[in-house]
């Protein structure tokens, strides 16, 4: 990278295109954190109504449309929500029809976002909505906070892109957006500089395009102040009011606390083949993938021979095992690091194994991404 006169690296300067939209800061009289939010709003409103991504929740921002989004994207990508939330919306596509759909068809349409408590607190929610509010969401920010699974961003996105309010979404993208420019070192992690932001933007929003900026702030950190590589300062409409940039912080800006190494499990996956269908097994109804349906599993990395043995042991009869490959899952806390085994069976073992034929696992059962390389196992996939 190039380093300027003032040994800060050179992010170069704006492409003509954002030239215009650039705010001049006067030399003798730096703004104040206040003065530089306030500043930006009129080019990054400006940049956004050129360079919005046309996404299928923004078409239509009615409350409910605005919430299912909202939630999905917690932990998502944009581009692998799209699909999700168009099946959703054809199934449920009103709060009461969430409210009384049963767990387990939500929990398949939920399949592969993954953070299952999401999808349940979403049902939890539309329920006391249709009771409490006549299966409208409510209009104020203070009345969302009190819902199932909705904490100040939700709120702030619901209230701000739905009804207009002005109040803040602060996530993860506008924390980096804003610790950036501030020039921030805190960390990003702390509940306390979340709401010192929070309140910052507060008092820095246009209320007449309250829904617009915070999309705009969210936008611009997904697309421009990128997360995981260098930021694109060249396409940046905030260039000019950027403190991290001019005093070479962005590679350091936003900190975060480091976390704690994950725990390791190893685990053997076994998928039991009998007449064409194989063994699944519902998972208790707390805890890590609560409810959900998974292949039969043991603790540790078994050989093939002990597998065997502890089948014939349950009473199995076995026609042959064939590998099915190592995978690895990546939770929060914990890591899956998994063998697995595909078990033809001439007769089943002892347990309470339900057998799902290729149709019931694709439309019915859901079963967790962390198994999604042996659902590729078993169509033959690589």
């Not at 209320?207 to 997360?227: H, K, W, Y």
């Not at 005093?247 to 606390?257: A, E, R, V």
Request: net charge positive.
């Amino acid at each position: 990278m190039k380093i300027d006169a003032e040994g800060c690296p050179d992010y170069g300067t704006p492409g003509k295109l954002y030239e215009k939209l650039q705010v001049l800061e006067p030399e003798e009289a730096p703004f104040s954190p206040e003065e530089r939010l306030r500043a930006m709003a009129a080019p990054l409103l400006a940049w956004y109504e050129s360079h919005a991504r046309i996404l299928p929740w923004r078409e239509r921002p009615e409350p409910y449309r605005v919430w299912i989004s909202e939630i999905m994207l917690q932990q998502t990508r944009v581009e692998a929500v799209k699909p999700y939330f168009n099946r959703f919306m054809e199934e449920l596509p009103d709060i009461r029809a969430l409210a009384r759909v049963e767990e387990e068809r939500l929990l398949k349409l939920w399949e592969g976002l993954g953070y299952y408590n999401r999808a349940r607190n979403l049902k939890k929610a539309a329920q006391v909505v249709t009771e409490v509010y006549e299966g409208c969401l409510p209009h104020t920010y203070e009345e969302l906070l009190k819902l199932p699974g909705i904490g100040s961003y939700t709120a702030g996105a619901i209230a701000s892109i739905a009804y207009n309010i002005p109040v803040p979404a602060v996530d993860g993208n506008v924390l980096r957006v804003l610790s950036r420019l501030l020039a921030s070192r805190e960390d990003i992690l702390r509940q306390s500089v979340k709401r010192k932001m929070e309140a910052y933007l507060q008092n820095a929003m246009p209320r007449e395009r309250a829904g617009d900026f915070n999309q705009s702030l969210i936008e611009i950190g997904a697309t421009v102040c990128v997360p995981g590589g260098p930021p694109k300062c060249r396409e940046c409409p905030l260039y000019s009011l950027c403190l991290g940039r001019k005093q070479g912080l962005l590679d350091s800006i936003p900190y975060k606390t480091p976390k704690k190494p994950r725990k390791v499990e190893e685990r053997t996956i076994l998928l039991l083949e009998f007449e064409g269908r194989v063994a699944v097994e519902k998972r208790p109804g707390k805890g890590l993938l609560a409810s959900l349906y998974q292949f039969p599993n043991l603790e540790g990395r078994l050989k093939e021979r002990e597998v065997k043995q502890i089948l014939e042991s349950a009473g199995a009869g076995i026609k042959r095992v064939e590998g099915a490959g190592e995978a690895k899952h990546i939770f929060s806390h914990v890591e899956w690091h998994m063998t697995g085994y595909r078990v033809f069976l001439e007769t089943v073992p002892q347990g309470k194994y339900l057998f799902a034929d290729r149709q019931e696992l694709r439309e019915k059962y859901p079963v967790p991404n962390a198994f999604s390389a042996y659902i590729k196992a078993l169509n033959g996939e690589s």
